[in-house]
């Protein structure tokens, strides 16, 4: 094995008085020309590493090349000698010999000797060690020998020739070690190495196109997206309007409707758009789409302005109603909500033939809930029907238990009824109590017929229902008060009108003769704690002329 053997060092150049160097962070300007022999358009290597020759500039970018751990042959490219790890074993290569003749160099001179004097033993791993310990002789002294610009120029132009060989790491490794030295970004060593790196790397596959939305389809996209927030009414009304009548499908429709229901949204255009939409496709609509269609007109209190609504719907339900039960069932739970029950579905719901067929289905039990609130509707709002009723034996309570969301949310149910319980006593009230035929009440009262607040344990607190036709003659005097809590998320969002379903409980219960007693959020987040929110609950009950305590009895 030949033996290596550093050549004679060259003649250093006279640099020193070319550069003036200031004490920056960034690369000195020159302020004379540059040494003979290089392209006026290229910096020279010395020019490039002026930053290290600098030891306030270049302390930080060396101390972390100091923390770098020492370069393996075989974690940085293949080579032929394998992947033995270097060290002091005796039969280590030339390769590893080579390793640590640059690892042990006292001088950028030596570097370059040991990597040109030897060119059929330096592998491609070679170059970043010598970079990394060009780093270090650079930076382990307070006043670093002056850099031969030849050596330096040398060092990169091995690099810039031999990089087409190295693999991905390896030119990597060099150009983080480049630009930890001060390399310029533009200078023709950090290049050709990021030249190099492109090369490797797989290239980017191109941005998907994003397709220009109009009408439908922009509807479509806003409707889809799970943050429906972040797109307001008026986003959906300007793209329902430039939407092209072939554009506007069932389903997008479908997601309009669930995203105004879902949202409280009673903008009419938009339900305007979806009753126009219902009509116009009648024929082609089943039951378990239009069910899904006319949910925000009954959640949303919404009649609509087009004169065919009503009518189209009464076709669908007499065409689908035995074929999908529970879509026709929820229909007529939105009409119920608008208070434009059709005769002739509910003459079929309540038929025993539907009855029995709806009886042995996995949602046998929300039927005949629905079917109990629609047979309550027909008792108390349609007293001309004379078709068939739901049978006793079928009826379910209503809402036998306070809604979810109300006990979810955070509401204003705790505050008042402790106001009540110093006020009145836990005698005189009920809360959350469900009164016949199945509607869940917030508090209840129980009120003499002068205006004293009866204890409820003496009482009935519930009324008669059916109720009978004439109140006057019953042996019970006592009035039942209702306090109905409307909480904000009772109402349409921006707007003062009650949801259907809230409309509906307040609307029957008072068809059955409680008094009811509202409680806006309005005042009561007025309130500033419990003396504020008793003093208000006094002059609310004291308004309907109610009594209690000492002077009530």
């Not at 927030?229 to 309007?241: K, M, N, V, Y």
């Not at 035995?322 to 608008?338: D, E, K, R």
């Amino acid at each position: 094995m030949a033996k290596l053997s550093p050549r004679a060092p060259r003649a250093p150049s006279k640099v020193g008085p070319a550069f003036s160097f200031h004490g920056r962070g960034d690369l000195g300007r020159e302020t004379k020309p540059l040494v003979q022999g290089h392209a006026a358009g290229s910096p020279s290597p010395n020019s490039m590493l002026r930053v290290l020759l600098s030891a306030q500039a270049s302390s930080a970018r060396l101390s972390g090349l100091l923390l770098l751990p020492p370069v393996q042959p075989y974690c940085l490219g293949p080579n032929k000698w394998g992947d033995r790890p270097p060290g002091g074993a005796p039969h280590a290569g030339p390769v590893q010999g080579l390793q640590r003749l640059l690892e042990q160099a006292r001088s950028p001179g030596e570097l370059l000797r040991w990597l040109g004097q030897n060119p059929t033993k330096v592998r491609a791993h070679h170059y970043p060690v010598a970079l990394r310990r060009l780093g270090q002789l650079l930076g382990s002294q307070p006043r670093p020998p002056p850099v031969e610009q030849a050596t330096l120029q040398d060092l990169s132009q091995l690099i810039i020739r031999n990089c087409p060989s190295f693999d991905i790491h390896t030119i990597h490794v060099c150009l983080h070690l480049a630009v930890l030295l001060g390399f310029p970004s533009d200078g023709p060593l950090v290049c050709a190495l990021e030249q190099e790196q492109r090369f490797r790397l797989p290239p980017k596959p191109p941005p998907p196109l994003q397709p220009v939305l109009r009408g439908g389809l922009r509807l479509e996209a806003a409707l889809s997206c799970p943050r429906f927030q972040r797109h307001p009414q008026h986003h959906l009304i300007r793209s329902l309007a430039e939407a092209r009548p072939e554009e506007l499908t069932p389903h997008v429709m479908v997601l309009l409707a669930q995203h105004l229901a879902r949202h409280r949204l009673r903008e009419p255009q938009l339900l305007e758009a979806i009753a126009h939409f219902l009509v116009a496709q009648e024929a082609q609509l089943n039951s378990k789409v239009v069910q899904k269609l006319v949910l925000p007109f009954g959640r949303l209190n919404y009649l609509p302005l087009e004169e065919q609504f009503m009518p189209c719907l009464e076709r669908i339900l007499a065409r689908e109603a035995g074929v999908a039960p529970l879509a026709t069932v929820n229909i007529l739970m939105s009409l119920c909500q608008l208070r434009c029950l059709p005769f002739r579905a509910l003459h079929f719901v309540f038929s025993p033939g539907f009855i029995s067929h709806i009886s042995g289905t996995p949602h046998a039990l929300i039927v005949r809930r629905y079917l109990s609130l629609l047979d309550t509707a027909v008792e108390l709002e349609l007293p001309g029907y004379r078709g068939p009723r739901l049978p006793r034996r079928q009826q379910v309570p209503i809402f036998p238990q306070p809604l979810i969301t109300d006990r979810a949310r955070c509401n204003h149910k705790d505050i008042v009824a402790e106001g009540l319980r110093q006020l009145l006593g836990e005698e005189k009230y009920r809360q959350d109590l469900t009164v016949p035929p199945g509607y869940c009440t917030d508090f209840l009262l129980c009120v003499s017929s002068s205006g004293a607040v009866l204890p409820v344990r003496t009482q009935d607190p519930f009324l008669p229902y059916p109720p009978r036709s004439c109140p006057y003659t019953t042996r019970d005097p006592a009035q039942r008060v209702v306090l109905m809590l409307r909480e904000r998320w009772h109402f349409c969002r921006d707007g003062r009108v009650l949801l259907g379903s809230r409309a509906l409980r307040e609307r029957h219960l008072g068809l059955m003769g409680y008094q009811l007693l509202p409680l806006p959020f309005e005042e009561l987040e007025s309130q500033r704690g419990l003396p504020q929110l008793k003093s208000y609950l006094r002059q609310k009950l004291q308004a309907l002329g109610l009594r209690w305590g000492p002077e009530g009895g």
